[in-house]
């Protein structure tokens, strides 16, 4: 009888490790990589191709009803713009080439509308500096030079820090509620465009804006989540990582790297030692970045997100291998919850708080940059994961659509040009060969555009 009990302990041990087996990360062939790197690109033509068709000359494709978005009413491109470094690093040169030229010789930023500073410079300066870089081709310097100027009116605030909105025909001004982030994340582009152009002006307003929020942090090193850009004073004093505060702090490391400015390298050291002592949250053995109160440290409430989630690649980036990891398994428990990430979710209860899904990159970025530093096939299983998941809930018969919700799964007529910079650049370059781009020579900006230190 004890022999009989033995025998089945073991069967159930045995039987009880096969699913833990099953788990475990595959070993990732060559063939497999570039099988993967070529279903990401195939999905990639494959949309383009819609937009083409159906939004050809507009901001971007509605992929439900098949019609065009501009986001001011009059066409700025954006969606080539973003995705035109997309394909060349996807080595799709003649697409590349003409939708460049298109850009060259159609593209105007004599309008009179009024802009959000914050994303045309991530999207479009960003996305025309890159592309020069990339090309040579100097009428997008030309473009990129334009647009600076026409962005400049936005600091003349008696802070410094930016206005929401300006005007790219008037240089008129609007919008003096903002926050960390928009103000923060402008140096990359303002910064290349001032080294390729030798014109410092561009440099030094970006660096004042960002220093000037930096200025403002507590007494314990946080910033808020709002703050008036005419009077310097804090609106919202909830501190986080997420939407509003996120790239202020991945403008502080990215531009220590690309300018080896030390000021941004301090801002980063103060900075993230603030983060990992206050915001960073232990809860049930797994490490989260939940919300603060600037001041005291004091936990507001234990929330983590999509944007949240482009923080493990910051950390892998600064060298913290360690809190990478362990955050991007958070972010990934956050994903599988629904099958698809949701905007928000009380990680404490693993209960979601935001549902939708607008094909956000950032978990897919931090997968990417923890498989470079690390090698570790976990983390393209993670990424055939998330892909796997657009490919099952949000593709449509043209391209791919956001969802209303990810417990329903329920699609909306929306997807930004960020799908086509961001979430299929990441999700290529995880699986491509490491040569298709070097990571210890250049930084991505916000919105996933390449730049390069050339000067």
């Known amino acids: 009888m004890v022999a009989m009990k033995m025998r089945l302990a073991l069967v159930l041990i045995i039987a009880s490790a096969v699913p833990a087996m099953a788990q475990a990360p595959k070993k990732w062939t060559s063939s497999q990589r570039t099988e993967m790197a070529g279903r990401v690109r195939a999905e990639f033509e494959r949309s383009w191709d819609s937009y083409k068709k159906y939004a050809w000359g507009h901001d971007e494709l509605r992929p439900l009803s098949k019609a065009p978005r501009d986001w001011y009413g009059t066409s700025l491109l954006m969606t080539p713009v973003d995705a035109l470094d997309t394909m060349t690093l996807m080595g799709l040169k003649d697409e590349a080439a003409q939708t460049r ?24 300066l960003g996305g025309l500096l890159s592309n020069y870089q990339l090309s040579g081709d100097k009428r997008l310097l030309s473009l990129a030079q334009d647009l600076g100027n026409r ?22 001004t609007r919008g003096n509620v903002t926050n960390p982030a928009e103000i923060g994340t402008l140096l990359l582009e303002f910064g290349t465009l001032s080294k390729l152009t030798g014109n410092s002006v561009y440099y030094d307003k970006a660096k004042r804006a960002l220093a000037a929020v930096y200025q403002r942090r507590s ?24 939407g509003g505060i996120d790239s202020y702090y991945e403008y502080q490391l990215k531009c220590s790297k690309l300018f080896g400015d030390r000021d941004c390298a301090d801002m980063w050291k103060t900075s993230i030692a603030a983060l990992n002592k206050y915001v960073a949250d232990e809860v049930h053995g797994e490490l989260w970045y939940g919300h603060v109160d600037m001041d005291t440290g004091k936990r507001i409430a234990p929330l983590y997100g999509a944007l949240d989630a482009f923080f493990p690649a910051e950390l892998a980036l600064s060298g913290d291998l360690e809190r990478a990891r362990r955050l991007q398994d958070s972010s990934n428990k956050m994903w599988n919850l629904a099958g698809v990430e949701p905007e928000e979710l009380n ?21 990417y940059y923890l498989y470079f530093f690390t090698h570790d ?31 329903t799964k329920e699609q909306a007529d929306s997807m930004e040009s960020f799908f086509f910079a961001e979430t299929l650049k990441y999700l290529y370059l995880l699986y491509a060969p490491r040569k298709t781009f070097d990571l210890k020579h250049s930084v991505f900006n916000t919105e996933a555009h390449p730049l390069r230190r050339m000067w």
């Open 377 to 407: 096939d976990k983390y393209l299983d993670m990424g055939e994961t998330y892909f796997t998941a657009l490919e099952k809930y949000c593709k449509t018969d043209t391209a791919f659509a956001a969802l209303k919700s990810v417990e």
């Open 347 to 367: 990680y404490a209860e693993m209960k979601i708080t935001d549902p939708p899904y607008a094909l956000r990159p950032e978990i897919i970025e931090s997968a």
């Open 219 to 242: 007494k314990i090193g946080l910033v808020g989540s709002t703050i008036n850009v005419d009077t310097g004073e804090w609106i919202d004093r909830t501190s986080d990582i997420t």
């Open 151 to 172: 962005l400049l009116p936005v600091f003349n605030s008696p802070t410094g820090m930016p206005y929401v909105y300006v005007n790219l025909k008037t240089g008129a």
């Open 101 to 124: 030229d298109y850009i060259a010789t159609h593209l105007s930023f004599d309008q009179d509308i009024y802009v959000k500073n914050f994303e045309i410079t991530i999207r479009m």
